[in-house]
């Protein structure tokens, strides 16, 4: 089951898109919500894996609402402003549904969810070999030994990865979310800075105010989720007189 949100701050508009949500069986209805800042605490304190979305609301609008997600879920625009659809793209929403809607758009919206969703939580295409400093990884219709002492950092593109590789001319793609991926490396050496990267502890040079500087060329943010346990770290090796 999906577990998701349904937020809007007109109350008939609500009342509908939860109707929708309850038709469509793999979807679970967590919470209707008449503000994204209602929405923000239940994200906060619950797992959530999809949210259904006006754009146009009081106090934080929708878009603005998922910019601030560290960890965004799956995201549905509702909204009745065509002009906002690129803007929803911007920020990698699945669809984006133009009101007034009927069942049938949503649940094709909703189809589009559950793929992304069987993508993020299939079977990982990441095996570690027992005793040995790699993985294997699945990219290109072939299986690649990648060293993990030679990974700088890791890049989220959507549903794909982007590895780098100390070891290799250019980076590895592979169709595998950040959650398996993060899963399947070991927590002394990796850690997750932000929800679209993560690093190799021992490759940093330099920390610079938000960012961590893993080359010349690289410098990575530091999201404020995971800013307390990376903070914690670089206390915990901190060198002082």
């Given at each position: 089951?999906?577990?998701?949100?349904?937020i809007d701050d007109e109350p008939l508009a609500?009342?509908?898109?939860?109707?929708?949500?309850?038709?469509?069986?793999?979807?679970?209805?967590?919470?209707?919500?008449?503000?994204?800042?209602?929405?923000?605490?239940?994200?906060?304190?619950?797992?959530?894996?999809?949210?259904?979305?006006?754009?146009?609301?009081?106090?934080?609008?929708?878009?603005?609402?998922?910019?601030?997600?560290?960890?965004?879920?799956?995201?549905?625009?509702?909204?009745?402003?065509?002009?906002?659809?690129?803007?929803?793209?911007?920020?990698?929403?699945?669809?984006?549904?133009?009101?007034?809607?009927?069942?049938?758009?949503?649940?094709?919206?909703?189809?589009?969810?559950?793929?992304?969703?069987?993508?993020?939580?299939?079977?990982?295409?990441?095996?570690?070999?027992?005793?040995?400093?790699?993985?294997?990884?699945?990219?290109?219709?072939?299986?690649?030994?990648?060293?993990?002492?030679?990974?700088?950092?890791?890049?989220?593109?959507?549903?794909?990865?982007?590895?780098?590789?100390?070891?290799?001319?250019?980076?590895?793609?592979?169709?595998?979310?950040?959650?398996?991926?993060?899963?399947?490396l070991p927590t002394n050496t990796f850690m997750?800075?932000?929800?679209?990267?993560?690093?190799?502890?021992?490759?940093?040079?330099?920390?610079?105010?938000?960012?961590?500087?893993?080359?010349?060329?690289?410098?990575?943010?530091?999201?404020?989720?995971?800013?307390?346990?990376?903070?914690?770290?670089?206390?915990?090796?901190?060198?002082?007189?």
């Open positions: 089951m999906i577990r998701c949100l349904a609500l009342k509908q898109l939860v109707a929708y949500i309850k038709k469509v069986p793999f979807l679970n209805l967590v919470k209707a919500c008449s503000s994204a800042l209602e929405a923000d605490g239940i994200i906060k304190e619950e797992h959530i894996d999809a949210i259904f979305i006006d754009i146009n609301m009081p106090d934080l609008n929708g878009l603005e609402f998922v910019k601030t997600l560290d960890n965004p879920p799956l995201i549905v625009f509702t909204t009745a402003y065509s002009n906002y659809a690129i803007e929803g793209y911007k920020v990698d929403a699945v669809d984006y549904l133009l009101k007034p809607f009927g069942l049938e758009e949503f649940k094709a919206a909703a189809e589009k969810v559950k793929q992304r969703f069987d993508i993020i939580n299939r079977p990982t295409d990441v095996a570690l070999i027992p005793d040995d400093d790699a993985i294997f990884l699945k990219t290109d219709y072939k299986i690649v030994r990648v060293s993990l002492s030679d990974i700088r950092y890791i890049e989220a593109m959507s549903e794909y990865l982007r590895i780098y590789s100390d070891a290799l001319p250019r980076p590895i793609v592979v169709l595998l979310s950040m959650k398996k991926m993060e899963e399947r997750r800075i932000h929800r679209s990267y993560i690093i190799n502890l021992k490759k940093i040079l330099e920390v610079n105010r938000n960012h961590v500087v893993m080359s010349s060329e690289v410098s990575l943010p530091i999201g404020d989720l995971y800013k307390d346990t990376f903070n914690n770290y670089i206390a915990s090796k901190f060198l002082t007189r």
